[in-house]
């Protein structure tokens, strides 16, 4: 089997790991995987987005895929604690 190439993309905290990277990765890797790969802990990457749609961890990435992290958001009122 070929390899394939993906673009990741890192945003706020995750931006330690690099702004942006292209990968290469063995035919069939999912996003768990490509975490793994970049050393990039589970919990630190809390929204990840392929091709611009959510993705769960299970997703099988594919040539040409573009991949965006993002981190947990934490701050701001809730509606709550507002009223």
């Known amino acids: 089997m070929k390899n394939i190439k993906v673009k990741v993309k890192f945003f706020a905290t995750l931006r ?3 702004r942006e990277k292209d990968v ?3 035919y069939g890797v999912k996003v768990e995987d490509l975490l793994n790969i970049l050393k ?3 919990d ?3 929204l990840i987005l392929v091709n611009g749609k959510k993705a ?3 997703h099988t990435l ?3 895929d573009e991949v965006a992290m993002f981190p947990p ?3 701001g009122n ?3 604690e507002s009223s």
């Open 16 to 18: 330690r790991f690099g």
């Open 24 to 26: 290469e990765l063995k």
């Open 40 to 42: 990039i802990p589970r």
């Open 44 to 46: 630190e990457a809390h």
């Open 56 to 58: 769960e961890i299970e």
């Open 62 to 64: 594919h040539d040409g």
């Open 73 to 75: 958001v934490a701050g």
């Open 78 to 80: 809730s509606f709550e």
